[in-house]
């Protein structure tokens, strides 16, 4: 089974939201074809799903003002603009996003003692979602991830599947995903690439 795995697509990291990710709403539309004309037999979508008082949030940090570097759990942690607040318009999918077509959403970010950049597992692994479970019960064979933002939530979401699904072939469609950092995007695709991790445009999954 092929799945199609879309990467926190929520206001909050488009435009106008709080964490805005540069040009991050033009990965909707590549989304939208996909989802339609891709091929895929499961459509997944993660959705970041954070309680006010969340620990990744600067403002829970006296003196800390947004991106500064902080400590979450022992661990180094960037210090975020509050965003993604659950129950809030900045949570919600973007508008334009097809959301009949997908089958499950994950919701992560929840805890506020531990942040969780990726749709498998909270940072300091401790704490399973259950989107391997998922996708193990569904029998997915090749899986693609696409999103916001590509150097956080789309990297280690796809390097947690290349580990917890070792006989899954993970790809990364970049059109359909934009980053944060322009660096960091270049360093997030080369460590994908040396993980073992594909990556493709989405003119080839929908050629195919
Ligand atoms: C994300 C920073 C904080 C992401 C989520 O979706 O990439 N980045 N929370
Ligand atoms: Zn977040």
Redesign the pocket.
Known sequence: MKALLL??MQNG?CPGGN?PVPDGDSVVAVANRLIRDGGYDVVVASQ?WHPVNHG?FASQHPGKKPFDMGELSGQPQ?M?PD??VQGTPDAEFHPDLDVSEIDYIQQK?ENPAV?S?SAFRDNDRAALTGLAGYLKAQQVTELDICG??TD???KFSAIDARDMLPEVNVRFISDASRG?DLQGVKDAISEMRERGIDIVSSDVILAD
């Open positions: 990467i926190d990291f964490l970041d990744s960037v975020w965003h993604c970010g942040d950049y916001l933002a956080y939530c789309v944060i």
